[in-house]
């Protein structure tokens, strides 16, 4: 049997006939950036996030970069992050000047330690930037408090998480500004390039909305500079299609999440850990076990496919080092790198793959 990843192929084909339709719409009115299918795309979202309010961006790179931007955080500044992310989170900082500070994650959510945070702030400390690592909402009430007596902005990295919540409320809405990706692999995945930013604060709002368009408003007057960082409309047409599943999707990713809960019980194999208050999207089903790479090729070798995120935190990335950091720092960021293995999941996935995927590493468990 062969277990990919993930099948693109197959959620493409169930809206086949609705997103051709669509892509034919933006040929034939040839409005290709922004216009209509964008709008109401962003509608569609406002009506999860509300009272926040939601910008079509270009990616969810670039989604963080003028979060950042609209916050003013720039030279000499410093913003506290996990290290166990994929690396646009940091990338973004360094880009506006801007210096990482890592702070550690917890073992079991795999999210920023909220513990940890106080004794890295100092006086350049402009923002903390949690992020909702593979589906799950990091402790935002202690975030936002912390934040809050520091007179600190709080940027959630919500890539993995759009349509997770913590205690009733959503992913992404629960800080300054929340930051979506919907790069194709993604619970809701565009076909190309695309993120959001959403915001509840009316002027941060409208800053953020003139920077997504070269910080012009109108045409030629430019109040700040801003870039382009405006969402094609081929994607909101991918992505206005694709949102009114994505409930049911993530349902089915917890129900298969369950299932491989079950499976591995009484196993070596550490399972993710559903924090209190939160409902977890499984972006990514990540389990830890000491033999990773070995179990890796042993699955390899029976047709089915792993990832590994992250294998090097961000502490240790080669383009970091000019900031000097231990790598010996964050002991817990690194011991998961070494140890954790996502598995298949997605919504077209049969429960006769889960049990296939979970048989085989339960017979690898045995032989070490
Ligand atoms: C945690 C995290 N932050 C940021 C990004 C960047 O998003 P994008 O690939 O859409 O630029 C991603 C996705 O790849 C991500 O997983």
């Not at 890592?102 to 903390?128: C, G, H, M, W, Y």
């Not at 992913?171 to 194709?184: H, T």
């Not at 990773?292 to 992250?310: E, F, N, P, V, W």
Request: net charge neutral; aromatic share 8%.
């Amino acid at each position: 049997m062969k277990v990919p990843l993930l099948d693109l192929k197959a959620q493409y084909r169930s809206l086949k006939n609705e997103i051709d339709a669509g892509i034919h719409r933006v040929l034939e009115s040839q409005a290709c950036i922004l216009g209509p299918e964008v709008l109401t795309f962003e509608q569609q979202i406002n009506g999860m996030v509300a009272p926040a309010k939601s910008l079509a961006i270009s990616s969810g790179t670039d989604a963080l970069l003028i979060a950042l931007m609209a916050l003013d955080i720039g030279t000499g500044d410093e913003v506290i992050m996990p290290p166990f992310t994929f690396f646009a989170t940091a990338a973004v900082v360094l880009r506006v000047g801007a210096k990482p500070v890592f702070v550690d994650v917890e073992e079991d959510s795999f999210n920023i330690n909220p513990t940890l945070i106080e004794s890295a702030i100092t006086s350049r400390t402009k923002a903390i930037m949690p992020v909702h690592l593979f589906g799950q909402c990091a402790d935002m009430e202690r975030i936002n408090a912390i934040a809050k007596k520091h007179h600190l902005k709080v940027i959630e990295d919500a890539a993995q998480a759009l349509g997770a919540t913590r205690n009733g409320h959503p992913a992404g809405a629960m800080s300054d500004i929340g930051c979506v990706s919907f790069y194709p692999t993604k619970n809701l995945g565009a076909m190309g390039e695309a993120g959001l930013v959403m915001t509840a604060d009316p002027e941060l709002f409208e800053k953020l909305r003139i920077l997504r368009n070269q910080g012009m408003e109108p045409v030629y007057q430019h109040h700040y500079v801003g870039g382009n960082f405006r969402m094609d409309a081929f994607q909101g047409v991918v992505l206005g299609v694709k949102f009114p599943h994505l409930a049911a999707w993530n349902r089915k990713r917890a129900e298969h999440a369950a299932h491989y809960n079950q499976l591995f019980q009484n196993s070596a194999a550490i399972t993710p850990h559903v924090m209190s208050g939160n409902t977890h999207i499984y972006h990514q089903y990540t389990i830890r076990v000491p033999q990773r790479d070995s179990l890796k090729t042993h699955l390899g070798d029976k047709g089915i496919a792993t990832g590994i995120y992250y294998p090097i935190p961000l502490h240790r990335q080669p383009c970091m080092s000019h900031l000097g950091l231990d790598p010996n720092a964050c002991p817990v960021s690194n011991r998961l790198a070494g140890e954790v293995l996502s598995l298949p999941i997605y919504p077209e996935l049969s429960s006769e793959q889960v049990e296939y995927v979970g048989r085989n590493i339960l017979e690898f468990l045995k032989t070490v």
